[in-house]
């Protein structure tokens, strides 16, 4: 063999050198857990009667027509508490129930574009306060505690 063409055939890969010969540690502050059994636990705080984990959605329906049900529906199986509606194209400044315990509090000038809502389950429809319909694109609810 010719040594000029030929590359040195004694490289070697080592273990330390190789990208599966160490593996860097877990990174973590480990705040709020507590060691048990060799097992990471986190450790459970105490929950003020006035604190409730609210699950808010955003959804653009392009029309509100025939879509209640549908929504109602969707709201259940995502446990959503309130979900803000763009472009429900109806008329008016109402309220109207929407099934399964969902209400859609709405507002738009033609039923043409726009339009804007909010639904809310049955826990927060209770604690409506005020509904502020500003325009067809605006719509304010303030609930109590």
Not at 129 to 132: E, G, I, L
Not at 138 to 141: D, Q, R
């Given at each position: 063999m010719d040594s000029k063409n030929h590359t040195s055939d004694r490289?070697?890969?080592y273990p330390t050198g190789d990208a599966q010969g160490q593996h860097?540690?877990?990174v973590g502050n480990g705040q709020g857990l507590s060691h048990r059994n060799g097992?990471?636990?986190r450790k459970k705080r105490a929950r003020s009667v006035r604190q409730l984990r609210l699950m808010c959605a955003s959804w653009t329906v392009g029309t509100m027509s025939g879509r209640g049900r549908e929504l109602a529906d969707v709201l259940k199986r995502?446990?959503?508490n309130a979900a803000c509606l763009q472009e429900t194209k109806w008329k008016g400044a109402r309220a109207r129930e929407i099934g399964e315990g969902?209400?859609?509090f709405y507002c738009g000038s033609d039923g043409k574009r726009n339009g804007v809502g909010i639904v809310l389950d049955s826990t927060l429809k209770e604690c409506v306060?005020?509904?502020?319909r500003v325009n067809d694109r605006?719509?304010?609810?303030a609930l109590n505690e």
């Open positions: 490289a070697r890969a860097p540690a877990p097992r990471v636990r995502r446990p959503i969902y209400k859609l306060v005020d509904v502020k605006l719509i304010a609810i």
